[in-house]
């Protein structure tokens, strides 16, 4: 069975500052896709960056970079300058190679205060 | 980019009576839709996975003759509460991806539903 962990129910960070985001995994796969995605309070999920686990290098989008230990199954995010309007819930998700179901965090709720 | 929209975003209803929720993927054929329903401060729990021309599989504990799923074209499913009751009352979502491999799931806005 496929699960994934995100320890941290609540953070917060000041507005300019770098917070990191954790989130664990557990499969016996090999093959498999990492998200994390976004949700304001608007309520709509966005996607925010994603990682092959075959790729060993860390994906990147402009403040959203990601930290992949793929032997350790750990899947973080940091985000850096962090804006106001990065409050939201981050969902870290999990789907296998060549899947449908998508495996959610339980999320982290990050305040940014200015 | 894709766009997935859900209708409505809210409702409220009657105890004992039905309601649809429709989800429409905009700009590409999504044969395939999830739906989720979320309640307050936690996560996404998946319901079930709209197929279309076929019937939906639904996630253990969650009851097909309770939500009814048709996915009947490439762009729209829809969600039937049936005689909800006031813990039918949640924020229900929808969502698509344009294949599989590393394609992310697209959501709509979410249907927020009352039932008093």
């Known amino acids: 069975a496929q699960t994934v962990t995100q320890s941290q129910p609540e953070m917060s960070v000041q507005e300019a500052e770098t917070v990191t985001l954790s989130c664990t995994y557990d499969t016996s796969e090999s093959n498999y896709y990492l998200f994390w995605y976004k949700q304001p309070p608007s309520r709509q999920m ?3 960056i994603r990682q092959e686990a ?6 990147t989008e402009n403040r959203f970079s990601v930290n992949f230990q793929k032997a350790a199954k750990s899947f973080s995010l940091k985000i850096s300058d962090s804006q106001l309007g990065d409050t939201a819930m981050y969902f870290c998700a999990f789907t296998l190679y060549n899947f ?9 709720k990050l305040n940014v205060k200015p | 980019g894709a766009v997935v929209s859900q209708h409505p975003s809210r409702v409220i209803c009657k105890s004992g009576t039905s309601v649809k929720i429709e989800c429409r993927s905009l700009d590409f054929q ?3 839709m999830f739906w989720y329903r979320q309640f307050p401060k936690q996560s996404l729990m998946l319901m079930a996975t709209s197929n279309e021309g076929s019937k939906a599989t639904y996630e253990q504990g969650v009851e097909k003759d ?3 799923i048709n996915h009947a074209s490439l762009t729209l499913s829809t969600l039937t509460v049936t005689s909800a009751h006031p813990e039918d009352s949640s924020f229900y979502i929808c969502s698509a991806r344009i294949g599989l491999d590393n394609s992310p799931l697209h959501f709509g806005n979410g249907t927020r539903l009352t039932v008093t």
């Open chain 1, 46 to 48: 966005i996607l925010v």
């Open chain 1, 54 to 59: 075959y790729k060993q290098q860390n994906a």
């Open chain 1, 100 to 108: 449908n179901k998508f495996y959610f965090g339980s999320g982290t």
């Open chain 2, 30 to 32: 999504a044969t395939t």
């Open chain 2, 66 to 68: 309770k939500f009814l």
